[in-house]
């Protein structure tokens, strides 16, 4: 949802039945939303490749301004962190919890968290709620909203957020028509009716704490930017703009370089002028398959030459030094932007590229992983319509599993944990070994169950054959 509009009613607070902390919070973070709204649909629209061009006015001819020229490196730029930020779903010191596994499915929380992380790598921040579903709803429902729809106040001494607002639902011009406020006492529903008066709807919270939790990138103690920065930076943006730029003088030189220029001397302008007295269009004079000039008045034969033709390895090396520099800001290997180099890089080399994208994102996976452990913590503590105070001690081991971010083949992986194994015998069909392997926590239920249901098998055939064998001996017995 962008574009949101006609926030002036939530700024003033001029909605009955609010309490005057209510009132404030929401005013206060309807201006919130309001005020960052165009930075951060700036940076969706440079995402979506729909940054326009900034001409310098100096080498692009003008009626050329205009086309349509896009660079996609920001939208690489988020995808290739968020991709290999897979949330595998929560484990617990013990195994699995049904409940909480039935949470996950029933919420799609997997995709719904590679949603939410796109949209936090876009505009530094995402929020995921927590709540009793509705009739047709999960029983527990998560969901999550982008910086454009949601914003939240920050609490220093509490380590998290106070206070929050997301909208639910907007009308077709953008006015938010239905918007919920979360705090540490209520959940207050806030839904404008088609008469135009807005009516309010309250939940107490039984939680000790507010049911929304914000996933923040590059999150610093500065005081004026807890919500952290957005992966598409100012320098990124720059850089994107010097490339489209180069994109399209590339454009234009192509065109250039594909019709060389060439000159005739000493022809009379008959010569370029039919029967009829009419001008020749330039693109036949230059397509024509066979030319012919007869001496002009002067009696000298025209002359025709072409001047040398234009190189196009002067913008192929600016681009390269560009996704070079893009390369350097976002941690990303310049061959995934489309810059291919004369001799393959060795396996190694391929890895030293990844590297710091890899600790990049194991940095967001341990970021990530505290704001889901906080959502599932309330999300067992809701579905079973407990206080947070009574859930277990091993519903509070929950921890937040991911794949891991070097994506390893099998055929290494596998040989590392043979190694370990070698090592440590006992602690084959551990959870975790199986994880490491890179099974799901699905085929790691098959396998674990498959497992069980064998040494079942085997324990009855033992007993069948050690019951045989006593039986054996008795009738042996007795016959003597």
């Known amino acids: 949802m962008s574009g949101l509009t006609g926030l002036e009613a939530l700024k003033a607070a001029s909605v009955p039945g609010l309490t005057d902390d209510e009132a404030e919070a929401l005013s206060s973070l309807a201006e919130t939303l309001e005020r960052k709204a165009a930075r951060n649909t700036l940076r969706k629209g440079y995402y979506e490749g729909k940054n326009a061009i900034k001409d310098l006015r100096i ?19 988020v ?75 920050w609490n220093h001494r509490k380590r998290r957020i106070d206070a929050g607002l997301t909208v639910v639902e907007a009308d077709k011009e953008g006015r938010p028509v239905w918007v919920n406020l979360y705090t540490d006492a209520a959940v207050t529903a806030v839904t404008k009716a ?3 008066l807005w009516t309010v709807q309250r939940t107490v919270n039984r939680q ?35 490339a489209v730029r180069e994109a399209l003088r590339t454009e234009v030189a192509s065109e250039f370089f594909t019709a060389p220029q060439r000159y005739l001397l000493g022809a009379d302008e008959d010569a370029f002028k039919t029967k009829d007295g009419e001008e020749v269009p330039t693109y036949r004079a230059y397509m024509a398959s066979l030319i012919a000039f007869s001496t002009n008045e002067e009696g000298d034969i025209p002359q ?20 070079a520099r893009f390369a350097g800001e976002t941690n990303i ?65 929950i ?23 070698a090592a440590m015998p006992e602690y084959a069909y551990c959870d975790v070994m199986l994880e490491e392997l890179g099974f799901t926590e699905d085929q790691i239920m098959r396998l674990q169950a498959a497992r069980l249901d064998d040494l079942v098998r085997a324990n009855a055939r033992a007993a069948m054959r050690e019951a045989t064998a006593i039986a054996v001996g008795k009738a042996a017995y007795h016959a003597s």
């Open 208 to 242: 000790p704490r507010i049911l929304m939790e914000p996933l923040i990138f590059r999150q610093s103690l500065d005081q004026g930017r807890p919500f952290g920065r957005s992966r598409i930076s100012r320098a990124v943006m720059s850089i994107t703009d010097s």
């Open 399 to 421: 921890t937040a599993n991911f794949a891991n971010p070097a994506s390893p083949s099998i055929v290494s992986q596998s040989d590392a944990v043979v190694k370990m194994l």
């Open 333 to 397: 290997p310049v061959e995934s932007l489309g810059i291919i180099h004369d001799n393959p890089s060795s396996a190694e080399a391929i890895y030293a590229a990844k590297e710091d994208l890899i600790v990049e994102v194991n940095e967001l996976n341990e970021a990530n992983g505290a704001a889901l452990e906080s959502i599932g913590l309330l999300a067992l503590a809701i579905g079973q319509n407990k206080h947070l105070d009574d859930l277990g001690d091993e519903e509070r081991t």
């Open 79 to 153: 995808d290739m962190l968020a991709a290999r930020s897979i949330f595998n779903g929560f484990t617990f010191k013990s195994g699995q919890n049904d409940l909480m596994r039935s949470i996950v499915r029933q919420n799609r929380l997997k995709q719904l968290y590679h949603q939410a992380t796109t949209s936090e790598l876009i505009g530094s921040c995402a929020f995921l709620t927590v709540s009793k579903g509705l009739p047709g709803e999960p029983d527990v429902l998560v969901s999550a909203y982008s910086s454009l729809n949601a914003s939240a106040r």
């Open 59 to 77: 080498s692009i001819p003008p009626p050329l301004a205009t086309v349509d020229t896009v660079v996609g490196w920001p939208a690489k730029a």
């Open 304 to 323: 025709f030459g072409q001047l040398p033709q234009m190189s196009m390895q002067p913008h192929m090396e600016y681009m390269r030094s560009l996704a």
């Open 194 to 196: 088609a008469d135009g």
